[in-house]
């Protein structure tokens, strides 16, 4: 069973900064893809960015390109998402996914979710 913790999220206000985790167990991930997805109130979920577990290839949203990075610390089977220069309308609630596979956008293709973490941006 495969299990994805977010942590990291928090207020911070434009032009900051914050770091969201994503702790996975329950398997080994090599084959899989974990992704980044936000969900503001009133709208659909959203894609920001994912990678293969065994690869170092990256995908962004262009939303969030130049400004957040995907990365990942294979030791402590853990994701990361680096948000730097972040926008009131980053606003929304993160979550982290995984599926096997190839990276798509779409979320409906992802299997496992966590719980997700709310990152507020203050004008």
């Known amino acids: 069973q495969v299990q994805l913790v977010e942590s990291g999220g928090g207020l911070v206000q434009a032009g900051g900064s914050l770091r969201l985790s994503c702790a996975a167990s329950g398997r080994t991930f090599s084959s899989y893809v974990v992704g980044w997805f936000r969900q503001a109130p009133g709208k659909e979920r959203e894609f920001v960015a994912a990678q293969p577990w065994s690869a170092s290839t990256t995908y962004y949203s262009d939303s969030v390109k130049g400004r957040f990075t995907i990365s990942r610390d294979n030791a402590k089977n853990t994701v990361y998402l680096q948000m730097n220069t972040l926008k009131p309308e980053d606003t929304a609630v993160y979550y982290c996914?995984?599926?096997?596979?190839?990276?798509?956008?779409?979320?409906?293709?992802?299997?496992?979710w966590g719980q997700g973490t709310q990152v507020t941006v203050s004008s």
């Open positions: 996914a995984a599926k096997k596979g190839l990276v798509v956008s779409n979320w409906l293709a992802y299997e496992y």
